[in-house]
């Protein structure tokens, strides 16, 4: 069956094939980096627009780039949540028109297990059961992930959100938005070492995590610099506290639950220095480490349409709900699937 899958969650607006046996065919991707930049954050109701603006265009390069039409589509996959209210409802107003329209089968997809499962579209060796980290612009989680649908929540965030911290942390900086690739890049111009900064709620062995005062930390730091040149330093060492920080919790939750491959997802997975960690970590454990490429950490359409393809039994005829809010463990495996 061939899905198209329609990513609309936050400020990238995305379309993509997946075929349940050829794979992934090709995406059209449109990010609205520019468009939010000088607000220093995402804009909703300028993402909502943009998201209605660009889709149709989108489709049309999809098509273009992979020789399928509309004609040639089995099932509409889209975003349902979480995320920016409106901006799903973009994607979600799409996907119905072209199903109803089409007479195809809808299936709404988390946008989170998109994330969690986008690794396998790289290594399709991947198996369960994982432990996986999910590191993203909303989201810090650890998740125990025993079948598809099936996942434990380990520990999460109890503040700012990894992808967040670079965010804020980057423009303590003065760096622009979005802060979290422009302060690995300064980062990787510094030396680690120089400023002591704390790798919250370590010291007892929890899988939550907090980053705020992290922020704050580098904040009370920068008070104290006033040559631009510790900047880098100061990036590295920030860069170095949140990568040491989620490496510690990885390594607890592979020991806590006897779990042998770990996994990492979501935007700020596409950082080289939180990816090397990871794999120093799995190889000294013995574990086998999954890293989706960069291009498939950050929002996308083709995780989207992945998921749809997983979840065809759990297709509807009609209406295209979505949520804002939308806890990763509500989720259960497809309809009809065997319990595991
Ligand atoms: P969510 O998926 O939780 O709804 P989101 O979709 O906004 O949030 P993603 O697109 O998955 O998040 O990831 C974006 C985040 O990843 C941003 O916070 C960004 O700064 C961060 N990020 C991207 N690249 C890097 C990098 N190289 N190093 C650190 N952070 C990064
Ligand atoms: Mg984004
Ligand atoms: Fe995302």
């Given amino acids: 069956a061939l899905v198209l899958g329609i990513e609309s969650s936050c400020d990238e607006t995305a379309v993509a094939l997946y075929h349940t046996t050829d794979g992934l065919l090709g995406e059209a991707l449109h990010s609205q980096i520019d468009l939010h930049a000088a607000y220093g954050g995402v804009v909703p109701e300028l993402a909502s627009r943009d998201h209605v603006r660009r889709l149709p265009g989108l489709l049309a390069e999809l098509s273009h780039k992979t020789g399928r039409t509309l004609a040639d589509v089995d099932a509409v996959a889209y975003t349902a949540g979480p995320g920016l209210v409106g901006a799903l409802l973009a994607g ?18 988390h946008h989170m297990e998109g994330h969690l499962l986008a690794p396998v579209l790289s290594e399709p060796e991947l198996d369960f059961p994982f432990v996986a980290l999910l590191v993203s612009g909303g989201h810090t989680m650890l998740v125990a992930c025993h079948a598809l649908g099936r996942y434990e929540l380990l520990g999460q965030s109890l503040d700012d959100a990894a992808g967040e911290a670079f965010d804020k942390t980057a423009q303590l900086l003065g760096l622009d938005y979005p802060g979290g690739p422009a302060l690995a890049h300064l980062a990787a111009q510094g030396t680690p070492g120089r400023f002591t900064l704390p790798r919250p709620l370590t010291r007892q062995r929890g899988l939550d995590f907090s980053f705020s005062g992290l922020k704050t930390a580098v904040a009370n730091q920068l008070a104290k610099v006033s040559d631009v040149q510790d900047h880098p330093d100061l990036a590295a060492d920030f860069e170095l506290a949140v990568v040491e920080t989620l490496s510690t919790k990885c390594r607890w939750a592979l020991e806590a639950t006897g779990m042998s491959r770990l996994l990492i997802a979501g935007g700020v997975a596409a950082n080289t220095r939180l990816r090397a960690a990871l794999q120093t970590l ?58 595991a």
């Fill in 282 to 339: 799995c190889e000294a454990q013995g574990a086998h480490f999954f890293v989706p490429s960069a291009a498939l950490c950050t929002d996308n359409a083709s995780m989207i349409a992945h998921v749809g393809a997983l979840r065809l039994a759990d297709a509807q005829r009609s209406g295209a709900p979505v949520r804002a809010r939308w806890p990763l463990s509500e989720l259960s495996a497809p309809r009809g699937a065997a319990h």
């Fill in 92 to 109: 979600a107003s799409l996907a119905a028109g072209l199903a109803q329209g089409a007479d195809l089968p809808l299936i709404p997809v």
